[in-house]
């Protein structure tokens, strides 16, 4: 067996152990692989956070915040995740204190990790207590003056938590598109503020395609935007120059709905999930385009590539994945119920905001 073969080999124990679980459903057995694994690999933090998280998958709370806390007093030099992961887990629980608690431990170890402070100022939002979490948003900008979504927080605690002081949310912004000239999704931020659509909108997305002609989401939000005569045109200039990424061909395919294109729309969500298939986003339209105009079985076709590929990323599903609420929520009911969500919008409208914290 490989394991006794490289017993030091953490990977191995991981494998073996998620196969235990996932394909025989034997969830002891898991644990034990997991618990050899540490006793000859105790500096690994990857085997505590999985048996950590089979734990509370099977419901064992207590035991899943043991583990966390017997993982940061035998690792040497825990990383920002030994406290940022079990953050998480106890605002699940509503354990806001503890929550607060452990953030203020990490900081003092990773005073310059972003997830710390984020999670830190979305504690306070759940309390609403708004001028505590501006303080922590605050904070992580000084601390961490590349984390983009520090600094999309604070600019929303501004704009929607106190007293709609857009002024200060726009200063905000700019303040970090200065520091990060080429963050796309400061731009996209912008927009929002401003309101998309608008003239002073239009003026930030053409300076943001200039910085950065690059951008996904920009292109994205080009072909969105634009004139519905004018957007075919942008197609092949979205996709060429973006080296056919996902966020624009599915841009394309629902422009390509918006317009009657059934058939062609069809083509470039199957191209989408081709070209990426973690890229949740994909999955989430495409099932609404589906259950609109396709069959049962082309919905249950793409339920199983979803099952299969298990996708992790994207503007919209990333964000659904992350929401505290959702954490012990199936994946499939996740998608299903984003579906739904999305289908309030028009067919081209903007994608779900992307803020959170790990």
């Known amino acids: 067996m490989a394991i006794q073969a490289c017993p030091h080999y953490s990977q191995f124990y991981l494998m073996y152990a998620k196969d235990k679980w996932v394909v025989d459903g034997d969830t002891d057995r898991a644990k034990e692989i997991l618990s050899d694994g540490l006793e000859l690999n105790p500096q690994t933090e990857d085997l505590w956070f999985a048996l950590a998280k089979l734990q509370w998958k099977t419901g064992e709370r207590d035991e899943c915040i043991q583990t966390f806390i017997k993982c940061r007093d035998t690792v040497i030099e825990p990383t920002a995740r030994a406290w940022y992961k079990q953050v998480t887990l106890e605002r699940v629980l509503e354990h806001y204190s ?22 830190m100022g979305e504690v306070y939002e759940s309390l609403k207590q708004w001028d505590q979490a501006k303080d922590a948003y605050e904070m992580g900008t000084k601390a961490c003056k590349s984390s983009t979504l ?5 600019a929303r605690v501004y704009n929607e938590r106190l007293g709609k002081k857009k002024i200060k949310a726009r200063s905000t912004l700019e303040e970090a598109m ?86 062609k729309a069809k083509q470039f969500f199957d191209a989408c999930i ?17 259950e609109k105009h396709g069959e049962i079985e082309e919905v249950e076709s793409l339920e199983k590539q979803f099952i299969d590929n ?12 992350k929401n505290i609420p959702n954490i012990d929520k199936d994946s499939l009911h996740l998608l299903r119920a984003a579906a739904d969500d999305v289908s309030g919008e028009t067919t081209n409208g903007s994608a779900t905001k992307s803020t959170d914290a790990v």
Do not use: C, M
């Open 178 to 263: 200065a520091l990060n000239p080429k963050d796309d999704l400061l731009y996209l931020e912008r927009l929002d503020l401003e309101g998309r659509g608008t003239e002073a909108a239009q003026v930030i997305l053409s300076k943001g395609l200039k910085e950065i002609p690059k951008s996904a989401i920009l292109w994205a939000e080009r072909i969105r935007s634009s004139r519905p005569q004018q957007r075919k045109n942008l197609y092949s200039l979205a996709l060429n120059n973006t080296n056919d990424n996902p966020i624009v061909i599915l841009a394309v395919a629902r422009d390509l709905w918006t317009r009657g294109k059934l058939p």
């Open 150 to 154: 520090l600094w999309i927080h604070l």
């Open 274 to 290: 081709s070209k990426d298939p973690d890229f949740g986003d994909a999955y989430v339209y495409y099932h609404w385009f589906l």
């Open 310 to 321: 298990d996708p992790h990323h994207g503007p919209l599903w990333s964000p659904v994945l």
């Open 98 to 119: 503890e929550a607060l608690d452990l953030v203020d431990e990490g900081l003092q170890s990773h005073p310059s990790e972003p997830k710390l402070y984020l999670q």
